[in-house]
Every structure is written in C-alpha cells, then in structure tokens.
C-alpha cells in the first residue's frame, strides 16, 4: 500500500509538469485552433532563460521565473507575428508544418548557442524531505512546489479567460474570428495576448522542471511537449481544467506502468491511450460532442 | 605569342606550387579522430580529444615519427552511432589515414569498426568497454582491425560484483540499466553472472529507456524490494539523475556504478550531500601517487587549467600508444593501404606499453589487459579506494 501511495505521488509530480506544459497547447488550440508544436521547445527555451539569469546575473527563483515567463512571452508573440500570421488564411496543414519548423529552429538555436550537452541547474531551494509512515513515503518541498505552482497558475488562467476583458475577447475570437472583428474586437492583439501567456506558462514549466530535475538540455522539450499535446487532447483540447485532468492523469498513469510494470512500455501505453480516446471519444474526457451545422 | 608564352610560364607555376603543396601534405602521418564532440556524451569524447593533442603536440616537439609530424584529422560523430560510421569512412577514403582513434563509446565504436574492417584501417578505441567491441559476437573471432586501450566490461562487471560481495557484503543486488545502450547491457551481464557465481541474488532489474530523467518510479519499485546495493550501469547524465532520486526517496544504500560515472557532471547533478556512499570502477585516479600520473597531471594542468579526469588520461595513453605503435611499425611510405597492414601488426604486438593508466599488453582478443581502479565518492569528492589487478 505504501509503495502504491509513493508511486502515486512520484505520479502526481510527473503529472503536474505535463499538466503545465499542456495548459498552454491548450489555450492556443482553442483560439486560433492551431496546435503549437513550438510549444514544446518554449518550455525549453524557459529553462535556458532561467538557467543563464541565476547562473549569470544571480537572481534568484521568483525574479529568474519572471525573467523567464517575460521573455518567452515575447517569444512567442513574435513566433506568432513572423511564422504564423502570415498564413492564418492558409489550409491548416500549412500552419502545423511550420510549426513543426519553428520547433526544429529552436531546438538547433539551443544547440548553437548554448552548446549540445546538458547542464546542470543551480539549486535554489534547499531540499527538504518529509517522511511520512516511517520513512516508506517520502516527499520533497520541490514536488509540493510544483502541484502548488502548477494549481495556481491554472486558477490564475481560469480567471483571466473567464473574467477578465481580454479573456472575453479570446472566447469570442474562438468563436468566430470574424463575426468578433465586426463587434469591434482587435483580433491580432487579442491572439498576441494568447501566445504571450500560453508561453509564459510554458516558461514557469520549464522553471520547475529545471529545478526539480536539475538539469537541462537543448532537446528536454521534445518528449515532455508530445506527451502535454496528448495530455491536452485525452481531457479535452481547448479546454482549460482538461488539459490539467489530462496532464495528471498520463503522469499517474506512466507511473503506475512503469512500477507495476516495465518502464520500457510506457511510452507505449501512453501514446496507446491517445489512439484509444480518439477513437472512442475524439473530443476528449471533458469535450463536448458538437455537431457541425452545415 | 608574348601572350601564351606568360600564360605557359603561369601554368608552370602554378603547377610547380601544387606540387610543392602536395609533396609536403605526404611530409605528415596522418591520424583520423572519431570522436563525440556535441550531444549525450560529449564530455567523454572533448575530454578525450583534449589528452590527445596534448600527446600528439609532445610527440611533434620531440621531432615526430620517422622525420614526420603526426597531424591529427578530428571529426565530431556527435554521439550517434550512425554518424560514427560515417565519420570513420570518411576518414579512411577521404582523408587516407593510417589510423582511426576513437569512439569513446562501446555503440559508436562497434559500428565504426564496420567501416574501419570494410576499409582496412585499424581503430583503436580509449575507452569502449564491451566486450563485444573487438570480438564478434556471432562466431566469437576477434575482430582484425579494432583495439581497444582500456579494460573491457567482463574485467569491469566482475571487478564491481567482487567489491559488492567482498568488501560491502552484500547479498541482494538491484539493476537499473539503460536498455538502448550496449555498454549498459554488457555490463549488467557480467556483474550479474559473477555476483550469482558468488552466491549472491539480483533481486530486481529494472530497464530505461534512451533520454530518461524520472527514475522515481522504477526506484521505488526497488527500494521497496529492499536490496544491499543498487548497481547503475550508465553514463553521466543518468548516473547523477539516478543518485539524486535515490537518495530523495529515502534508499541510503551503496551505489555501484562503472566508469560511466567519472565525470564531475555526476556530482553537479546529484547534488554534494546525495553523492555519499557511491562506488564505482575507473581506468585511472588523480590521487594516484606514481609519478608518471603526477607528471602527466602537471602538463595538462599546465596546457588546459584544469584537473585531467580519466578520460583525458585515457585519451593521452592513447596519443602515445599509437606514437610507439607507429615508430615499431616500420612505415615505407609506399602505399596507404600497406602502410595500414604494417601499423596495424605493430598495434597487435604491443606488450608492455607504459601508460599513466596503466601498462598496457594487447592480448589475442585486442583488449587491454590492465588494472582498475576503485574510486568512493564521499560528499561528492572523489577518493581513491582500491587497485586492482586482472
């Protein structure tokens, strides 16, 4: 039972970080319905940015986390103003391509610039561990950070979408981005405004993904970004507590295969559960089935 | 015709700079490096490459080989096992070496060797230790024209499996291995079969797979088997990861890892305090006191201000093993692939090579028959525990 309990936890930990990572794939998804293979390599970008303003300019975790979520921001709005923008009237296959593109771009950027080895990340939160039933569960501060954070940042994004004015013209420009720019909405910039947060959480992701694992790398966002987009689309894309319920649910599940199981399936088990949620229910766990009018 | 006679004169000129040119390019030996220089393991192959030059740079000073200087063709295959093959074709049919130094690692090495047989050049690897590197697994015959410097997995697999029951005492092991990588495998069946020859048990063998950062799951399903010692298999990267998530989970037991782990990246990622009560078998120890490791540190030291680890040392054995196989080899200079046959006799018969890991005899399977050394990491410094002798 204990063991159960541990992995459960080391379930929950993994979870949050595809849960973050996922929030932002989400939110892009379901203005413009574009799915932002970038997103990803943002998350690595994050970490990098956070890595170099501890290690150079000495900063510490909250003034580094906003450095970070700052410039990611700005780097996404830019992403959407040169890569994407230009073919919103295209067919969607030309926008995924591209966005394929500006991933590789990134990832290789990375490479020049920052070298292709990983690098270890400063610690910047003492390590405590709570042992709980004679030391068979142990949790660190570094996981209650995470679930902590990650929450928060979800409820923050839940207000801004729902109550806020630009969270208002989000939904309608999800809606119908045209009949939005006849109500007098700026379309352009309320898009901006998407990719700027949607990349800020990716930045905080890649934050404490940085500080939990210690160590980053070039191509750290590769995997992590596959797996949010599934966990994006298993509880429901565009939709902001599926792409949390997703997240959490893959990371439990990963976990549960590879300690009752072998750790070599599951990756396998995890891409097994996309095919089968599309197949059974393709709009996911909290999509609604709509109709198409025709 | 004042006109084609310069345009002759010209011609003859520049035809005369070529030759020139030419002649002395056939002034140099020269020595293909397949190395990884970027990517997973590129702090193997940089290290490597460092202990080389500073080799080959000492060899030229004192006048080269024959009357010629060794130069040195370096090519990254940026840690992929493809691009390994790659560079080393292009080394044999493009640059004409007489010899390909490198990979560092086992996977790289074994499908460089393909095109280093398919061309006849010798490769010489510092520091892939699989079996299976030199010898074909199928029919059990010791590849012709690949070497090795460095003990090989069998030597390292019992050495750690010893240690474990010998002097920690244990009787249950725990695995956790990298299934995409032979050098993992390679030894994880060694240190397997001479533990349970010992009398002890492996308990549990947990696979990963290529890239992985979260071990909390797989480690607690073994924690939870409680085992003596956990044995890890793997390369840097992983080996701090692994340490780190050990230790936050609670597991205080011993940690064995192989060279793999003889990077300063290990502790940087595991963290000072998580780095106790770690184990791990190594070609070479800075607190070595014989003199010809000190001297050595003192240069590289002198060259690159900073400490040589046993990847640099193993890289300058390197530099002068193929400095003595080349001065035995007796080269005429008459045709590459002749010159290649003669050099790769004299790598064969090396006995006795006194190197700063050790003494080196190449035996009939083109291993190294040389010592290890066990090294503890106690709060993430490293100290020299045990030399042992194969």
């Known amino acids: 039972m204990s063991t159960f309990i541990q992995q459960l936890i080391n379930g929950i930990t993994l979870g949050s970080v595809y849960a973050l990572i996922s929030l932002g794939y989400t939110m892009v998804y379901g203005i413009i319905k574009l799915i932002n293979f970038a997103h990803g390599d943002i998350f690595m970008v994050g970490a990098y940015i956070a890595y170099l303003s501890v290690t150079y300019l000495k900063l510490g975790l909250i003034p580094s986390l906003i450095v970070s979520m700052t410039f990611c921001s700005v780097l996404g709005m830019l992403i959407e103003k040169f890569a994407y923008k230009p073919l919103r009237n295209s067919p969607r296959i030309s926008a995924l391509i591209t966005a394929i593109g500006v991933s590789l771009l990134l990832e290789n950027l990375m490479q020049i610039i920052m070298g292709a080895d990983s690098r270890v990340f400063p610690r910047l939160v003492d390590e405590k561990n709570y042992h709980l039933l004679q030391g068979r569960i142990v949790v660190n501060n570094k996981q209650i950070y995470l679930l902590i954070i990650t929450i928060l940042l979800m409820i923050i994004l839940n207000f801004v979408v729902k109550k806020t004015k630009i969270g208002k013209a989000m939904r309608a420009v999800s809606q119908d981005m045209d009949a939005a720019r006849l109500m007098g909405i700026n379309v352009d910039t309320t898009i901006s405004y998407t990719f700027a947060i949607g990349s800020a959480l990716a930045a905080a992701a890649g934050v404490l993904v940085g500080l939990y694992y210690n160590t980053i790398n070039p191509l750290m966002g590769v995997l992590p970004g596959l797996k949010a987009f599934i966990a994006a689309v298993f509880g429901g894309i565009g939709i902001i507590p599926g792409a949390m319920l997703g997240g959490f649910s893959l990371g439990i599940i990963e976990t549960l295969v590879s300690g009752y199981g072998s750790s070599m399936y599951k990756d396998a088990v995890a891409f097994a559960l996309l095919i089968l949620i599309l197949i059974i229910k393709p709009s996911g766990l909290l999509g609604k089935n709509i109709k198409e009018k025709v | ?390």
Not at chain 2, 77 to 87: G, H, L, M, P, R
Not at chain 2, 324 to 339: E, M, Q, T, V, Y
């Open chain 2, 1 to 390: 015709m004042k006109r084609v006679v310069s345009v002759i004169l010209l011609l003859v000129f520049a035809l005369s700079i070529f030759t020139v040119s030419f002649a002395s390019s056939k002034n140099v030996i020269k020595i293909g490096v397949d190395l990884e220089l970027s990517q997973a393991v590129a702090q193997y192959g940089q290290k490597e490459l460092e202990g080389i030059k500073l080799a080959i740079e000492e060899i030229n000073q004192k006048g080269g080989i024959a009357g010629k200087k060794i130069e040195l063709v370096v090519i990254d295959n940026k840690s992929d096992k493809t691009e390994a093959q790659n560079v080393a074709t292009k080394l044999a049919v493009r640059e004409n070496v007489l010899a390909i130094l490198g990979p560092a690692t086992s996977g790289a090495t074994k499908s460089a060797a393909v095109a280093a047989t398919k061309y006849k050049v010798p490769i010489i690897s510092p520091s892939a230790t699989d079996d299976t590197v030199t010898v074909d697994e199928r029919t059990g015959k010791t590849k012709t024209y690949v070497f090795r410097t460095c003990f090989n997995d069998s030597f390292q697999g019992n050495v750690m499996a010893n240690f474990a029951l010998k002097t920690l005492k244990a009787k249950k092991a725990a695995i956790i291995y990298d299934a995409t990588s032979d050098y993992s495998k390679g030894l994880l069946k060694n240190f397997k079969n001479t533990f349970e020859k010992g009398g002890g048990k492996v308990i549990a063998q947990e696979a990963f797979g290529k890239g992985e950062q979260d071990f909390s799951s797989i480690l607690t399903k073994i924690r939870d088997k409680k085992p003596d010692v956990l044995f890890a298999p793997v390369y840097y990267d992983e080996a701090g990861l692994i340490i780190k998530q050990a230790r936050e989970l609670g597991m205080n037991i011993p940690i064995l890892g192989a060279d793999g782990f003889d990077d300063p990246k290990v502790v940087e990622k595991a963290g000072k305090k998580n780095a106790n009560n770690v184990f791990f078998s190594a070609h070479y120890s800075s607190q070595d006191t014989d003199a010809k490791v000190q001297e050595f540190i003192k240069k590289f030291k002198a060259k690159y201000n900073q400490e040589p680890n046993a990847f640099a040392a193993l890289g300058y054995d390197l530099g002068y093993f193929i400095a003595d196989a080349l001065k035995r080899a007796n080269l005429k200079f008459d045709s590459i692939a002749k010159d290649r046959e003669r050099l790769r006799a004299a790598i064969e018969n090396t006995k006795n090579f006194v190197g700063v890991t050790g003494v080196v005899s190449i035996n009939k399977y083109h291993n190294a028959e040389k010592s290890a050394v066990i090294i503890e990491l106690k709060d993430g410094v490293q100290k020299f525990k045990q030399k042992l002798n194969p």
